[in-house]
Every structure is written in structure tokens, then in C-alpha cells.
């Protein structure tokens, strides 16, 4: 009896994805698949050189838009701190009005007190110079 023939075992490869395979020569000399290889090879060239581009344009497009901030916050934070150092200056003002305010009020006081003294002094005065 015959028995079928087994196939003759392959040996075995590291396995290597189809982008770092290295081309390989076509002894037919079969030009659809050398030039299928050849645009294979080409287009895998050109998508890693416009992922290096892509990925540099976006390196800087990250630093354009981080400068960009930093220059807002800095015109927002110099508009904030022009009001701090106004509203810092009202408040001392304010203070200052203040105390100007307690100070005439108490001065007005003492002129009340003196012009009633007067007052009961110059009527004191008169009604002593009718009794006599």
C-alpha cells in the first residue's frame, strides 16, 4: 500500500512584519511583483517621513499654543494686578477719608460746645446787666 507522501517540512523564519522585510530578488524576473514591491516600499517611506513631519509640526504647533497662553495669562494677570494695586489704593483712601471724617466730626463737636458756652455766657451776661 501506498501511503500519501507527506509534504516536506519547512524550516522556520523569524517573523518579521511586512514593513521591515527586506525586498527581495526576483529571479523570474516577474516585474508586476518586483514593481508592486517597489510601491509598497515607497508608499512605507513616505507615510514614515510624513509621521516625522506630522509629529514635528506638532511639537511645534504644542509650543506655539503654550507661548500663546503664557502671553495671555501674562496680559490677563498684568490687567488683575493694575485693579489689586488700585483697589489697595481706594482702601487707603478710604481709611484715610475716615479718619478725616472722626476728626471733624469731633471738631465740630467742640465748636458746638464752645459757641453753646458762648451762648449761655452772653445770656447769663445780659440778664445780670437787666437785673441790676
Known amino acids: 500500500m501506498n501511503s500519501p507522501q507527506r509534504p516536506s517540512a519547512r524550516t522556520r523564519r523569524p517573523h518579521l512584519p511586512e514593513c521591515e522585510k527586506p525586498p527581495q530578488s526576483n529571479p523570474t524576473g516577474n516585474d508586476l ?5 517597489q510601491i509598497f516600499t515607497d508608499h512605507h517611506h513616505t507615510s514614515l517621513r510624513l509621521r516625522e513631519t506630522t509629529v514635528i509640526e506638532t511639537e511645534k504647533a504644542k ?20 485693579s489689586f494695586v488700585n483697589e489697595k489704593r481706594i482702601e487707603m483712601e478710604i481709611r484715610s477719608l475716615a479718619a478725616s471724617i472722626v476728626r ?27 437785673q441790676k
Do not use: C, P, Y
Open 33 to 37: 511583483e518586483s514593481s508592486l514591491l
Open 63 to 82: 509650543k506655539e499654543a503654550a507661548r500663546v497662553a503664557d502671553l495671555l495669562v501674562d496680559k490677563v494677570n498684568g490687567g488683575v494686578q493694575e
Open 104 to 130: 471733624f466730626m469731633k471738631q465740630s463737636d467742640q465748636w458746638l460746645t464752645a459757641t453753646h458756652s458762648i451762648n449761655t455766657a452772653i445770656k447769663v451776661v445780659f440778664i445780670n446787666s437787666l
